[in-house]
Nanobody, 124 residues
């Protein structure tokens, strides 16, 4: 089992940047694929980005590709999501999640462990 604790987020104007962090404790962190998801009011939780065990493999939603960057530091048991060029439609509660399987899963149902969520608000 792994526990995930998120930090970062907040409010920013359109075009600004924010950085989200996800710190893990518990079992060997490097054995887990980490994903970021987000959920806007009245909408389903959607995939944002994922990173593989070593950090060499990454995947992004079309809506975040080129603006967001996911990274991990296994020595520190941490994953970050750097968000640049933020838009009002990026406003949501963001969650980090972990799964111990293979592949950069995009479905939230593949992830077994979740952070507490953090609010990101982008104003126009």
């Amino acid at each position: 089992q792994v526990q995930l604790v998120q930090s970062g987020g907040g409010s920013v104007q359109s075009g600004g940047s924010l950085r989200l962090s996800c710190a893990a404790s518990g079992r060997t962190f490097s054995n887990y694929v980490i994903g970021w998801f987000r959920q806007a009011p009245g909408k389903e939780r959607e995939f944002v980005a994922a990173i593989g065990w070593s950090g060499r493999s990454t995947d992004y939603a079309d809506s975040t590709k080129g603006r967001f960057t996911i990274s991990r530091d296994n020595a520190k048991n941490a994953v970050a999501l750097q968000m640049n060029g933020l838009k009002p439609e990026d406003t949501a509660v963001y969650y980090c999640a972990a799964h111990g399987g293979y592949g950069l899963a995009k479905s939230l149902y593949d992830y077994h462990y979740w952070g507490q969520g953090t609010q990101v608000t982008v104003s126009s």
